[in-house]
Nanobody
């Protein structure tokens, strides 16, 4: 079973930056895609970004394009989400997830999930 552990969340002022990390274990990393999702209080979960590990293909939600960057370090079985120009509406619990590929609909749930990491952006 794939295990995912997120880190890097916290409190930041609007306009600031944070980098989230997701470490995957018990998996052949190249066989998977890793996605980032978020869920704000009172809102549905939404897909933020996804990366296909073997070819580096990336996808982004329109709401984060140009501000967030997803990347992977295959030697460390780690995927990062670099978040810049953060806005209060980015406040949410961020989850990383893994599956055999990125779905065309970023909101579609993946098979394996981390426990989540809170990101709070103050205005």
């Amino acid at each position: 079973e794939v295990q995912l552990v997120e880190s890097g969340g916290g409190l930041v002022e609007a306009g600031g930056s944070l980098r989230l990390s997701c470490v995957a274990s018990s998996v052949t990393f190249d066989d998977y895609a890793v996605g980032w999702f978020r869920q704000a209080p009172g809102k549905e979960r939404e897909g933020v970004s996804c990366i296909s590990i073997n070819d580096g293909m990336t996808k982004y939600a329109e709401s984060v394009k140009g501000r967030f960057t997803i990347s992977s370090d295959n030697a460390k079985n780690t995927v990062y989400l670099e978040m810049n120009s953060l806005k209060p509406e980015d406040t949410a619990v961020y989850y990383c997830a893994a599956d055999r590929g990125c779905y065309s609909d970023l909101d579609y749930g993946m098979e394996y999930w981390g426990k989540g990491n809170l990101v709070t952006v103050s205005s």
